[in-house]
């Protein structure tokens, strides 16, 4: 194969069972189902969605550089002429073929990761590391569905050392085909937790929902498993049934392979102690928080099951730094000074709002600055929503929180029931609560935005952004 080309052109029609129109490209740089994101030479593929249709936008991908495009027969007579065409029966079938067909070839080291909470934050902690010992590719933003996982595999270069892949759900029966496709050599769980509670109704059954991604590993494989996590039994069980020839676990919890047994937060960073096989390693991760503390363990576990040195692998997660919506910290401007804005609004659940809130407690104030939190309604929780709503309360008294700012129905009986002087606000909309929340922001403040994506808290993240821009004269 040509290492020019992600995929010639002639590579292309085996595995995606097409019949060409025009001329095959010499070969294509990238796929995409994005026409708005394409980059010349790359091959789109035309995805039929909930809310729109691919085929409506492959002139706009010619147009924008496209070198192929992949669409169905369906479409194929009304878009004659406009470029060479992969023709086939059903374009999201033919991108998940391709995506088989790029793990059939590739020699990488594979891990995929899945969890109720930290998988991207993981994911993007790994990419870091590896990236430090080989070539590595990993799933971009949370590209973790039924269309992210056989994109993310259709895009891996033949030469990638390590691939790194997140696998997502909300409903039963998801990750199986998912990581049917990935066949990982390390399978990665983070924890479980009461996400989605609303489609599979106990802990139990998400815990044998996310153990299904041991379901397809490697044999010879991995499962990497979290000690501290309820229902850890049944990830355990799941293992005991896949193709793992080990089993390797962390945790706090004294029985945990890899055990965290300090943890010291900062502004910054994290200062962390573990003990592996008898050995202690201290080492530090450039993003507060004890979550990402224990994420950090799954990297040094992975790194070592790939044949990295876990003290070099460490070394790496200084450079660590939250992603955008999860944990993002960023200093920024009131016309009386700077203030602290925390990033947590791309999505939300009670496990990952108690770590957003301990991350808040632990954050540096300035003279005469409070904690502020604004939070949105967590959503898919079933019919225990309300309670796992009103038992925040406990981590908002106990970090310290100085303001709460709330938007959405199950966020009202929180915060009806907290201390009058802990009361900004609470509206049934997070738009509602976003000029409220800017006029209440004064320099020394730390700012800490959350809360689940159908909650839109993160258009409050990017109003906040705004004002303070025009505060220091940007805009």
């Known amino acids: 194969m040509n290492e020019t080309y992600l995929w010639t052109g002639l590579s292309l029609v085996t595995p995606l069972e097409a019949r060409v129109r025009g001329a095959l490209p010499a070969g294509v740089l990238g796929v995409s189902i994005d026409s708005r994101t394409i980059e010349p030479g790359d091959?789109?593929?035309?995805?039929?969605?909930?809310?729109?249709?691919?085929?409506?936008?492959?002139?706009?991908?010619?147009?924008?550089?496209?070198?192929?495009?992949?669409?169905?027969?369906?479409?194929?007579?009304?878009?004659?002429?406009?470029?060479?065409l992969y023709i086939v029966k059903d374009t999201l079938?033919?991108?998940?073929?391709?995506?088989?067909?790029?793990?059939?070839?590739?020699?990488?080291?594979?891990?995929a990761i899945t969890g109720s909470v930290g998988k991207t934050s993981t994911k993007e902690a790994l990419r870091l590391v590896l990236s430090h010992f080989g070539r590595t590719h990993a799933s971009v933003a949370s590209y973790n569905n039924h269309w992210g996982v056989p994109l993310t595999l259709s895009r891996m270069p033949v030469t990638t050392d390590y691939g790194v892949f997140e696998i997502g759900m909300?409903?039963?029966?998801?990750?199986?085909?998912?990581?049917a496709m990935v066949r990982p050599h390390v399978a990665i769980v983070t924890t479980i937790a009461p996400v989605h509670m609303e489609n599979l109704g106990s802990l139990d059954r998400i815990a044998d929902e996310k153990g299904e991604i041991y379901s397809t590993l490697a044999p010879e494989?991995?499962?990497?498993?979290?000690?501290?996590?309820?229902?850890?039994?049944?990830?355990?069980?799941?293992?005991?049934?896949?193709q793992a020839a080990r089993k390797l676990t962390f945790g706090e919890s004294a029985v945990a392979d890899m055990r965290l047994v300090s943890f010291r937060a900062d502004p910054r960073g994290s200062d962390v102690e573990v003990i592996f096989e008898g050995q202690t390693y201290y080492y530090r991760v450039g993003a507060p928080g004890r979550h990402q503390a224990m994420n950090s363990l799954i990297v040094l576990l992975t790194a070592h099951c790939f044949g990295c040195q876990i003290e070099e692998a460490a070394s790496r997660l200084a450079e660590y730094t939250a992603p955008v919506g999860r944990g993002q910290q960023s200093t920024q401007r009131t016309r009386d000074g700077e203030f602290l804005l925390i990033d947590e609004a791309y999505n939300a659940n009670p496990a990952s709002m108690?770590?957003?809130?301990?991350?808040?407690?632990?954050?540096?104030?300035?003279?005469?600055?409070?904690?502020?939190?604004?939070?949105?309604?967590?959503?898919?929780?079933?019919?225990q929503a309300q309670r796992l709503h009103d038992e925040l309360a406990e981590?908002?008294?106990?970090?310290?929180?100085?303001?709460?700012?709330?938007?959405?129905?199950?966020?009202?009986?929180?915060?009806?029931n907290l201390p009058p002087e802990k009361k900004g606000l609470w509206?049934?909309?997070?738009?509602?609560?976003?000029?409220?929340?800017?006029?209440?922001?004064?320099?020394?403040?730390?700012?800490?935005?959350?809360?689940?994506?159908?909650?839109?808290?993160?258009?409050?993240?990017?109003?906040i952004r705004k004002h303070a821009a025009e505060a220091a004269g940007e805009v």
């Open 43 to 84: 091959l789109f593929i035309a995805i039929k969605g909930e809310n729109s249709d691919g085929h409506d936008y492959v002139r706009r991908a010619f147009e924008n550089g496209a070198g192929a495009c992949v669409v169905d027969e369906d479409h194929v007579d009304s878009l004659s002429g406009v470029g060479p």
């Open 93 to 111: 079938g033919a991108m998940e073929r391709l995506g088989a067909a790029s793990r059939q070839r590739s020699r990488a080291w594979v891990c």
């Open 170 to 179: 909300n409903h039963a029966g998801e990750i199986r085909p998912l990581v």
């Open 221 to 242: 494989g991995v499962a990497i498993i979290p000690a501290d996590a309820p229902n850890v039994e049944r990830l355990i069980a799941a293992a005991d049934r896949s």
């Open 354 to 383: 108690r770590a957003a809130l301990g991350v808040l407690g632990d954050a540096p104030l300035g003279a005469g600055g409070r904690r502020i939190a604004a939070l949105g309604d967590m959503l898919e929780l079933g019919d």
């Open 395 to 416: 981590p908002i008294l106990l970090n310290g929180v100085d303001l709460v700012y709330a938007a959405g129905p199950m966020m009202k009986g929180l915060f009806d």
């Open 427 to 463: 509206a049934p909309a997070s738009v509602d609560i976003e000029q409220a929340l800017i006029g209440e922001i004064r320099a020394g403040d730390a700012v800490m935005i959350k809360g689940s994506n159908g909650s839109r808290m993160g258009p409050i993240v990017s109003a």
